[in-house]
């Protein structure tokens, strides 16, 4: 399990990428796999859909059952909602005795967080707003508490083209008790060529784009702009 | 202001070393120099201690004022609890006219995940201890928030020679909301040589060794173990 950072080359570990070297066969969504083209060469290349995650997960598992050196990249860390706790779950329920090794990769909040300034520099939360495996109760019910703790909150899953809402009614819990001049940063397809950055605030931020490869910031009372620059101070005395 | 990840060559982004690469000037805690050796022969290399963080950002500022190229190094990710903000805010505060980049890394707590398994899975909170920038009153309401939300929680900074009660205090309170049996896994200088992990659970945690470079990472009520992993399920359906 190979997480590959955001975006391009520059984003991966040499770790990731010695796994991927030494690896036969190489599993992931197609647009994972053209992020590594240059690694791959003379390898058998498995691509899947974006929805077809737990077919990924049983195919890597069958072919290292096989003896094969299997790499199942996912952009990100593929310990934050990646596909880590799955390909484990599923590792557990076939009973599969393959050695599996999870490498660690800059996650896309981070990413979003380093263009954007220095949003996450002190207490946060990150918290997925598709109530797909989730129910929506539960959701709310966690927004609702970071937003009362002063969290700044990663909501991950923002938007996608069937579930428009959910953000809409986050947005409402954190107006309900942050000002709307509360910065929040949105990077979309961070790291990659097609990479836009906004900085905007909490009373205005639902008009930007914000689609599924888009990582939203929604600051803390502490937080502010300093330029174009969006941080959440520590406290340091200066 | 580069991050390096948590350990060694291994966890380092291209993109970071590069920066380094790249720069005249390094400077950094005396450990995180010692970590990219490697890269900096022939280099500038500018060591303050531990807690010298104004220093160092202002040294390195300094630096760049003069023209020259600078890289500022951190561990893990610098935009978690790390020094991107302090940077950006000492160079508002000082008008410095110099370009700034942030290079995020692997963060200590994706690390320590990775190692332990996926206990990252789902929504988390990361939570610091440490009530010298941050007062006590406001860091237990945000755990009891947190508890209370069943979000995976990690207590940053959470135990040092100084500070010794409030890991004991964080861990009551979610003892009162989650059962002793909660998986708690504890990674220490992760991707070092010295690395040491512990799984262990709720009720028995304290009892381990916890240090300035630990990462404890607390389940929720889904979280457990899977033979010698610690995995919070997603939910999909298997």
């Known amino acids: 399990m190979v997480g590959i950072g955001p975006g391009g080359p520059l984003d991966r570990t040499r770790r990731a990428e010695q796994a ?5 066969v190489i599993v992931g969504y197609t647009r994972y796999l053209d992020l590594i083209r240059d690694l791959t060469a003379g390898k058998e290349l498995i691509a899947t859909g974006m929805t077809r995650e737990v077919e990924r997960c049983r195919i890597a598992l069958a072919r290292a059952r096989e003896g094969q050196t299997v790499a199942l990249v996912s952009s990100g860390d593929p310990g934050i909602y990646g596909m880590a706790g799955l390909v484990l779950e599923l590792a557990a329920a076939e009973n599969a005795a393959v050695a599996i090794e999870i490498i660690p990769g800059v996650s896309s909040s981070g990413a979003a967080a380093a263009r954007l ?7 946060f939360a990150t918290i997925s707003l598709s109530d797909i495996l989730v129910p929506w109760d539960t959701i709310r019910a966690r927004l609702e508490a970071v937003a009362s703790a ?5 909501p991950y899953n923002p938007r996608s083209k069937k579930r ?8 409402a819990i954190f107006r309900a008790v942050r000002p709307g001049t509360t910065p929040v940063g949105i990077g979309t397809a961070v790291g990659t060529a097609e990479e836009s950055m906004v900085l905007t605030d909490l009373a205005n931020f639902l008009e930007s784009e914000i689609g599924m490869r888009s990582i939203v910031i929604i600051g803390n009372r502490s937080s ?3 330029g174009d620059w969006f941080i959440t101070p520590r406290g340091y005395a200066l």
Request: charge should be neutral; proline fraction near 4%; hydrophobic fraction near 50%.
């Open 224 to 226: 502010r702009r300093l």
């Open 20 to 24: 991927i070297a030494g690896s036969q």
């Open 164 to 171: 428009r809402w959910q953000l809409a009614e986050a947005a």
């Open 117 to 123: 300034g220095a949003p996450l520099m002190c207490d």
């Open 150 to 154: 002063d969290l700044v909150t990663v």
